[in-house]
Every structure is written in structure tokens, then in C-alpha cells.
């Protein structure tokens, strides 16, 4: 089977720095993405990674290790408005789109 | 805003009702999805449409029924639906058939419950 497995919550401190773990097994691989979801409201697009290494962009960085199977974002300087469920997805190698089930973030003052 | 709206964002139905969602988006994309998001569980792809044919039916009861009469609206049409089909449901959209490769514009989900 193919799955995608990520925390099911973090708690992390306002201003501080969290990781949150993606680990992968699918029928190929085309690419990863993060998407970050508030409560009631939409996912919305944060990252897409192809190629091993890191992505920056503002306090937000993914990093990719397609060798392990593995993905994580890394959230710098928090702040309570990233309190959000962050969700991983992978592309297989059918162009299918298979979705952790994401990971809920709780930032504490 | 994402440019992607779904009414309505809450409903509540009966076992016999007939009801429909609706999503409508403004981005000029010619693919557009349904997803449903229960608690804890991963997204799940319902309905893919590409330039108003449906492309992809991921073994969707057939309680649920889509429609999509152009690029810019879809429909779910709902019908004698179950308690377990309470959940959110997501309509998302992207510049042309790219699920996998490119990025989803999400709407903000009717939050349906079924008694």
C-alpha cells in the first residue's frame, strides 16, 4: 500500500522553532508538497519539493530526502498565527496524490 | 480568499433529503475536484473534472453525484446519504489537469452532517 505518515499534533512555543516530520512510501515519487490549513478554512499551498535538499521561503523551509523517503518543515520564529494543521502530500509515480492525514500544530505564548 | 467558493459552508441533512453543494471558482482553471476530509484521516479524492468531463471517479457511492456544466461550477448532488458521510468537503481547483504536479486552490469546505 502506499501511505504517508506525520504527526498526528505538535505543541511548540511562540517564537521558537518546530519541525514536523513527513516519512513516505508510495509506488514512485514526482514531487512533495506542504499545504497549511487554519481551522474551518481552506488548505492552502506552502512548498513543493522534486530535488533533494532545502527550500527556503521567509520562516518556512521543506527539505526533502527522496533516498529515505522522508520530508520535513521547519517553521522559524513562530508566531501564534501559525497555529494550523500542516498536511504532506506526494505525487506517485501515476501522477496520484496521496495525503497524510496532518499534523496539528498548537503554538503556546 | 483563494478564489475558490463553496456554499454552503454548513449543512445539515436527513437520511432522505436531497441536497447539493456548490463551488465556483474565479481563477480562469480548467480542472476542478471534490475531497472529503473526515477527522484524523488523510484527504480523499472524490471526483476529478478536466475542461467539464469527468476524468476521475475514485469508487465513489453512488449517493453522491457530481456535476459540472463548465470550468467555472461544480456540483455534488447529494442523496439518501449515510452518517458515516458527515464530514467536510473540500472543491478545489488547478490551471488544467496536474492533481500531481502542480498546486490546488482549495475552497473552504461545506461542513455536512448527516442525522
Known amino acids: 500500500g502506499q501511505n504517508i505518515d506525520q504527526p498526528t499534533e505538535m505543541t511548540a512555543t511562540e517564537g521558537a522553532i518546530v519541525q514536523i516530520n513527513c516519512t513516505y512510501q508510495?509506488?514512485?515519487?514526482?514531487?512533495l508538497f506542504w499545504y497549511q490549513q487554519h481551522a474551518g478554512e481552506a488548505p492552502t499551498f506552502l512548498s513543493y519539493?522534486?530535488l533533494d535538499g532545502l527550500e527556503e521561503k521567509g520562516r518556512f523551509s521543506s527539505f526533502l530526502s527522496r533516498s529515505k523517503g522522508y520530508s520535513y518543515l521547519l517553521l522559524k520564529e513562530l508566531q501564534m498565527k501559525d497555529s494550523a494543521s500542516y498536511l504532506c502530500?506526494?505525487?506517485?509515480?501515476?501522477?496520484?496524490?496521496?495525503w497524510g492525514a496532518g499534523t496539528k500544530l498548537i503554538i503556546k505564548p | 480568499e483563494t478564489g475558490v467558493t463553496q456554499t454552503p459552508r454548513h449543512l445539515v441533512m436527513g437520511m432522505t433529503n436531497k441536497k447539493s453543494l456548490k463551488c465556483e471558482q474565479h481563477?480562469?482553471?480548467?480542472?476542478m475536484y471534490w475531497y472529503k476530509q473526515s477527522a484524523k484521516k488523510p484527504l480523499e479524492l472524490m471526483f476529478v473534472?478536466?475542461?467539464?468531463?469527468?476524468?476521475e471517479n475514485n469508487s465513489v457511492p453512488s449517493r453522491f453525484s457530481p456535476e459540472c456544466p463548465n470550468s467555472s461550477h461544480l456540483f455534488l448532488h447529494l442523496h439518501t446519504l449515510q452518517p458515516e458521510d458527515s464530514a467536510l468537503y473540500l472543491c478545489?481547483?488547478?490551471?488544467?489537469?496536474?492533481?500531481?504536479?502542480?498546486?490546488?486552490?482549495f475552497g473552504e469546505g461545506s461542513r455536512l452532517t448527516v442525522l
Open positions: 473534472y478536466n475542461f467539464k468531463e469527468q476524468t
Open positions: 478545489a481547483s488547478s490551471p488544467e489537469r496536474e492533481v500531481g504536479t502542480g498546486e490546488l486552490f
Open positions: 519539493n522534486v
Open positions: 481563477l480562469g482553471h480548467n480542472a
Open positions: 502530500a506526494v505525487t506517485n509515480s501515476n501522477y496520484q496524490l496521496i
Open positions: 508510495t509506488s514512485g515519487f514526482n514531487g
